[in-house]
Structure formats: C-alpha cells, structure tokens
C-alpha cells in the first residue's frame, strides 16, 4: 500500500515536498516512481529512483527543479519540487514496481494521488 501527502497550493516560484509511505517489508526491492496528471491531461512519468536510491532519472520538463529521493529504512520516497510552475498543476501519484522504468504500465504498487495546485 502506498499512501501520498504534501500536495497543496503553492504560488507560483514556490516549493512543495511530496513524501510516499510504504507498507511492507521490501521496499527496497522496488523502484520507486512519481508520475502525474494535470487537468484534461494523460498521466505523464515525472521521476523514477531505483531501489538502492543510486539512480534516478526525471523528465525534461521537471529536470534541475524536482529531486527524487528515499529513505528506504522508513519505506518513504520523497519528491522536491522547487521553482514550481502552473504548469506543474497535477493529481501526483506515486507508482512502486520491479523495473526502473518510465513506463506507467510496469509499475504495479499505486498510490491514490495527491493534489498539487501551483497559482500564477
């Protein structure tokens, strides 16, 4: 079970952390990934850690403003969002799986999402 907090509204420019708590006893086996979906919009791959937390990879649109992290003896991933922009207005859910991937459709752990509403 994966169980997101600390959407909100924030202006624009402002700053927001994401955590997403784990149940479970393996956590660290998973990769771990954020994904979002603004309104009118397809869900899109945001940011994705591996489990040991060494690699990561992000999308061009968040890159230098978000960073993925986790903090694996507490079964939490994290995800800084700073310089945040309109455009960023999203449901944000975070997805665990076995595959470090992009892909939406390989994660099979999903939270319920979290709202985050970037003023302008």
């Known amino acids: 079970q994966l169980v997101e907090s600390g959407g909100g509204l924030v202006q624009a420019g402002g700053s927001l952390r994401l955590s997403c708590a784990a149940s479970g006893r393996t956590f660290s086996s998973y990769s771990m990934a954020w994904f979002r979906q603004g309104p009118g919009k397809e869900r899109e791959f945001v940011a994705r850690i591996s489990g ?10 968040v890159k230098g403003r978000f960073t993925i992290s986790r903090d694996n003896a507490a079964n939490t991933v994290f995800l800084q969002m700073n310089s945040l922009k309109s455009e960023d207005t999203a449901v944000y859910s975070c997805a665990g ?6 892909a939406a ?5 999903w939270g319920q999402g979290t709202q985050v509403t970037v003023s302008s």
């Open 52 to 61: 040991s937390g060494g690699n990561t990879l992000y999308s061009d649109s």
């Open 97 to 102: 799986g076995a595959w470090a991937t992009t």
């Open 105 to 109: 459709t390989t994660y099979y752990y």
